[in-house]
């Protein structure tokens, strides 16, 4: 007698498995590989240059002590809210503020606000830093981001009385 053998199919059962499993594993290529809505290619590339942090290797957002430690201090928090954290820099450079947000929407509200005050600081996903204009300039080759100027309210002091 010759042995016989016997080449078993896999079961409906097992086959929807395999299908479900090799579906749900090449689910985050496809949602990586995707981009955003209404982003073009060109756009992608310009805020991922713009927001990472070249000397530190990092994109932020990040944490308060994080974007604090790559500046080269130790922050004391100040504010600890839901909408917010802000902590405190004082180094020999000088002090400087900062902040970051839970939310995008709630650094918007923060520029926002903060644009009655003007100014300039330096602007990333979801944290600020607010220090004297000097320093940003430093800090953005560090942590990336954009140094932006805020225009306050009121007549500006070139524009007012002068010769």
Same mark, same amino acid.
């Given at each position: 007698?010759?042995?016989?053998?016997?080449?078993?199919?896999?079961?409906?059962?097992?086959?929807?498995?395999?299908?479900?499993?090799?579906?749900?594993?090449?689910?985050?290529?496809?949602?990586?590989?995707?981009?955003?809505?209404?982003?073009?290619?060109?756009?992608?590339?310009?805020?991922?240059?713009?927001?990472?942090?070249?000397?530190?290797?990092?994109?932020?957002?990040?944490?308060?002590?994080?974007?604090?430690? $790559?500046?080269?201090?130790?922050?004391?928090?100040?504010?600890?809210?839901?909408?917010?954290?802000?902590? $405190?820099?004082?180094?020999?450079?000088?002090?400087?503020?900062?902040?970051?947000?839970?939310?995008?929407?709630?650094?918007?509200?923060? $520029?926002?606000?903060?644009?009655?005050?003007?100014?300039?600081?330096?602007?990333?996903?979801?944290?600020?830093?607010?220090?004297?204009?000097?320093?940003?300039?430093?800090?953005?080759?560090? $942590?990336?981001?954009?140094?932006?100027?805020?225009?306050?309210?009121?007549?500006?002091?070139?524009?007012?009385?002068?010769?």
């Amino acid at each position: 007698m010759t042995p016989r053998t016997q080449t078993r199919q896999p079961s409906r059962g097992h086959t929807a498995r395999l299908r479900r499993g090799a579906a749900l594993a090449l689910l985050p290529l496809a949602v990586a590989c995707g981009g955003g809505e209404g982003e073009s290619a060109a756009e992608r590339k310009r805020v991922a240059a713009v927001t990472a942090a070249p000397e530190a290797g990092v994109v932020a957002p990040a944490k308060v002590e994080v974007i604090a430690g $790559l500046t080269g201090c130790t922050a004391e928090i100040r504010i600890e809210a839901a909408e917010l954290r802000e902590g $405190l820099c004082s180094t020999k450079q000088g002090d400087y503020r900062i902040t970051t947000f839970p939310e995008e929407r709630y650094k918007v509200t923060w $520029l926002d606000t903060a644009a009655v005050y003007g100014g300039k600081y330096l602007v990333g996903t979801r944290w600020v830093v607010s220090a004297r204009p000097e320093l940003l300039e430093g800090f953005r080759a560090r $942590l990336g981001g954009t140094v932006e100027e805020l225009r306050g309210i009121g007549p500006s002091a070139s524009a007012s009385f002068g010769p």
